[in-house]
């Protein structure tokens, strides 16, 4: 399901939480980059600092994914994703889905 480009939590987590560019967040939610300009200036987001775009980190294949969109994709936290980069796993290892063994296995 697409999210809805009009609703701003929507927009702030993927602008400023996830880093994404304006073209990213256009393609994500299916509409035009000026669609999703006119609604950040609506909404009166402010440009983010240039260092504050979320480091990306390779996950094989030639692909590179913050940690937001890696916990989204293995259905765990972002804190556990730095912890899964914290102990050294690599490419591919990033994206293995969680184990649901009913406790945290750090």
């Not at 987001?45 to 094989?60: H, M, T």
């Not at 804190?79 to 009913?102: C, D, H, Y």
Request: hydrophobic content about 35%; aromatic content about 10%; glycine content about 10%.
């Amino acid at each position: 399901m697409v999210e809805d480009y009009r609703d701003p939590d929507v927009l702030k987590r993927l602008y400023y939480d996830e880093g994404l560019t304006m073209n990213e967040i256009a393609a994500e939610l299916c509409v035009s980059q000026e669609c999703i300009w006119s609604r950040m200036k609506k909404y009166g987001f402010k440009a983010r600092p240039a260092n504050s775009i979320p480091k990306l980190y390779d996950v094989g294949g030639g692909k590179q994914m913050t940690a937001y969109q890696i916990a989204d994709v293995t259905g765990c936290t972002k804190s556990a994703v730095l912890s899964r980069l914290f102990r050294g796993w690599k490419g591919e290892q990033l994206l293995e889905p969680v184990r649901n063994t009913g406790r945290h296995k750090g």
